[in-house]
């Protein structure tokens, strides 16, 4: 109890004192009363025979009313307030008072007649004065606190521990400032990504969520809810990378003679595009304009400039440059993106398919990259995400057109460690800080939020955690939760699977929700193996085998 200034411990002659009194629950119902004020957060003294009581009513709201991460309520004028339970912690003996810490989260008006809450909202206009008497919340209280009338919001589950109290993410302040779901891995982390994303397309079938799927799960969750993108029908031209991407690809040195390689790229590059019509046809033109041009006409002019050197001159990074420009074209791994079919200009019709425009009711696009050679993946992540924020961007003038992009396994595109961070870093980092001033969302998934960069997490309004195992990302996501969440802190690694703790912009005030469970076919094919079954099936191993060699040889297909 060392949170609030004073509270350290209980003098001989307050306990002594808290002994003798008489129990602290009246007539009224009250089931204590505030002790301590201090700021947003409170200590009550609490009534232990009546909170015993208490557990073994129907109503579970009202059970678990004495215990941490339950709620609690008391009156000022014509308001209740509502505060969560942080700590808890016995003065004296087990007969005596039972001391809560509390913070305060929100507040609605008494109804006169029957001093039922209503009107609920987030924040505290004035606090109780020590003294004030505490009640237990009911299960109606809760329904007060967390319908969403009046606002956008989808359903995801049932607020713990109640049955029938329904838990929902308000959608425009959720999307608007961003929000991350975090989980270990097997805690249902993609199952609880794909319902939400499910609720988000039944609220706006017109709606435009672009989904960044690494390992390929998602598809079978979206098969009739959206248009599903891999290697096989990406055909994501190579000319819209900007020139950072473009060196991340083609510019394989390091230290010094990256610069002497990025610099002559740069040159190349820019007299590539102005050979191009679309070049021709603008009067500025950047090296980071996305404008076609043929593959042969950079190696072309790297072999013409290397020709230009003397004799004493180093050609080595020309040489570089253009072998690897060779090799990429050359494997056929790279040709969903650098195939020769992919010169002409059609980067309006790749924006068309890929943001949903129009939608045709199917509002999410799933872009599997599970296929894309492990050394580009995160180019192409990072040419996908800069392009929604550039059209956003670009945009401005016309009818809006808010969009959402969700990445999956965010950690490994934003890493906590700054020395490993590409383009993509940039470009989600970009998002993170601007992108609701255009209208674009970021939802971030991961199982490892210690591995993720601080501020992008930062940035997220709502954040959506699951059980998490590991310490270091128990602490990781205690550091990035207000301060009127704390009360459901340590119960993250106790989490049921399919249960998480939400709180930020998203909801009311901080819930732990158990999520809606989602239909066979509508979720992704996340599903962990179940050993002691699968190791009794034999038969077919052989034919099994040649099978997958035979795709194996034929990846680039």
Not at 270 to 280: D, I, N, P, T
Request: hydrophobic letters at 45%; charged letters at 20%; aromatic letters at 6%.
């Amino acid at each position: 109890m060392n949170d609030i200034p004073g509270s350290h411990a209980f003098d001989a002659a307050i306990a002594a004192a808290f002994s003798g009194a008489p129990p602290l629950h009246d007539a009224s119902g009250a089931i204590g009363y505030v002790r301590q004020i201090a700021g947003g957060r409170g200590e009550l003294m609490l009534d232990g025979a009546m909170l015993a009581a208490l557990q073994a009513d129907a109503d579970p709201t009202l059970a678990m009313a004495g215990q941490v991460g339950g709620q609690v309520k008391a009156r000022v004028g014509a308001t209740w307030l509502i505060a969560t339970i942080r700590a808890l912690s016995l003065v004296g003996g087990p007969r005596d008072p039972v001391a809560a810490e509390v913070d305060f989260l929100g507040e609605g008006d008494e109804e006169r007649l029957t001093g039922r809450l209503h009107g609920f909202r987030r924040g505290v206009t004035r606090y109780p004065t020590p003294g004030t008497e505490v009640f237990a919340v009911g299960g109606n209280d809760l329904k007060e606190i967390y319908a969403a009338t009046g606002r956008a919001a989808i359903e995801i589950g049932t607020v713990h521990p109640t049955r029938d109290v329904r838990a929902s993410l308000y959608i425009d302040a959720m999307l608007g400032k961003h929000f991350a779901l975090l989980g270990s891995t097997g805690t249902g982390k993609s199952t609880a990504a794909a319902l939400i994303l499910h609720r988000i397309c039944t609220l706006a079938p017109q709606g435009r969520v672009v989904m960044i799927d690494p390992h390929g799960e998602y598809g079978a969750a979206f098969g009739k809810a959206g248009a599903l993108f891999d290697v096989s029908n990406l055909q994501m031209p190579y000319w819209l990378m900007n020139f950072d991407e473009h060196c991340e690809v083609f510019v394989t040195s390091e230290g010094t003679a990256r610069q002497v390689d990025a610099d002559i790229l740069a040159k190349c590059l820019l007299a590539a595009k102005a050979r191009s019509r679309a070049g021709q046809e603008i009067a500025k033109l950047t090296v980071d304009a996305p404008i076609p041009y043929l593959l042969s006409d950079l190696t072309q002019i790297i072999q013409q400039e290397m020709g230009k050197m003397d004799r004493a001159g180093d050609t080595s990074p020309y040489l570089r440059l253009k072998n690897k420009i060779d090799e990429v074209r050359a494997d056929p791994r790279y040709g969903f993106m650098f195939s020769g079919m992919l010169v002409g200009d059609t980067m309006a019709a790749f924006v068309q398919r890929i943001f949903r425009l129009p939608g045709e009711g199917k509002p999410i696009s799933i872009i599997d990259v599970s296929g894309v050679p492990s050394e580009i993946t995160s180019v192409v992540v990072a040419v996908l995400a800069r392009m929604v924020f550039d059209f956003a961007i670009w945009s401005r003038g016309e009818a809006q057109r808010p969009i959402l992009l969700v990445c999956e396994e965010a950690h490994r595109y934003v890493p906590a460690d700054p020395a490993a961070r590409g383009s993509v870093a940039q470009i989600l980092g970009r998002i993170a800080k601007e992108g609701r001033k255009y209208g674009v969302a970021l939802g971030l998934v991961t199982q490892r939020p210690s591995d993720l960069s601080e501020g992008v997490l930062s940035q997220c309004g709502t954040i959506i955690s699951m059980r998490l195992n590991n310490d270091r990302d128990q602490a990781f996501v205690r550091a990035a939760m207000p301060e009127g969440a704390r009360g459901f802190l340590d119960a993250l690694p106790a989490l049921r699977n399919r249960e998480a703790i939400v709180c930020g912009e998203g909801v009311a005030i901080p819930i732990r929700v158990a999520f809606d469970t989602l239909e066979e076919g509508r979720r992704p094919a996340s599903d962990d193996p179940i050993f002691s079954e699968l190791w009794r099936n034999t038969g077919g191993e052989e034919e099994m085998v040649a099978r997958t060699v035979h795709r194996w040889r034929s990846q680039g297909r």
